[in-house]
């Protein structure tokens, strides 16, 4: 390989992360079942969000797992042979929206307040509150703008943060579809 090839073909997904869209009857323990699949295998569960969709029978799980693409898609598999499964897919490598949100509890000295609203304002971070000590921000995109702004803030000293983790929509309005015909055939 040339220097030249090897700046262009670099993997689709460098963190071996892979983003699972999992739609599910609104059941009790379905959750369990589909992390258990997970657990048994002994692969860790990144980052989960659960959460109604546009029907009120049916959540959405958004899962990010560190696995090989093979083992996710025996896994989703699975996954669709639970009776409460209504759809499972891998959206690492599909047209989606993906975003996460993050609250983030960062020192604030005099000083140094202008400049820190300053790089906030780059990443259009929102000041939730403000005390004379610190700012609250709240940031929305992918993750790697939540990553280069935490990056950006770190100097200054997060006192505290929580992160919801990854959610995605494929951008293709025919999934959409599948959900409103699950509706139709109840």
């Known amino acids: 390989m040339t220097d030249a090839s090897l700046q262009t073909s670099k993997p689709s997904n460098p963190q071996g992360t ?12 379905v959750l369990s079942r589909i992390a258990g699949l997970f657990s048994a295998r002994g692969y860790n ?5 659960v959460a109604g969709s546009s029907d009120p ?10 696995c090989e693409p093979l083992l996710a898609q025996q896994i989703l ?7 409460d499964t209504v759809e499972a ?4 490598d599909a047209n989606c929206v993906e975003r996460e949100l993050i609250l983030v509890r960062v020192r604030a000295p005099e000083g140094k307040r202008t400049t820190l609203l300053t790089e906030a304002e780059i990443f ?8 004379p000590d610190n700012y609250v921000f709240e940031v929305t995109g992918d993750s790697g703008k939540v990553e280069a702004f935490l990056d950006v803030v770190r100097p200054y000293g997060i006192d505290e943060m929580v992160r919801t983790g990854k959610v995605a929509l494929h951008r ?3 999934l959409r579809s599948t959900e409103n015909d699950v509706t139709a055939a109840r």
């Open 18 to 29: 892979r983003t699972l869209s999992i739609l599910v009857e609104n059941r009790f323990g």
């Open 77 to 83: 598999r699975q996954v669709e042979k639970l009776p």
């Open 89 to 92: 897919s891998d959206l690492t």
């Open 57 to 66: 029978g049916l959540s959405r799980i958004t899962m990010v797992v560190r």
């Open 172 to 174: 293709n309005l025919t």
């Open 124 to 131: 259009r971070a929102r000041v939730v509150t403000a005390t």
């Open 45 to 49: 569960i990144e980052s989960l969000t």
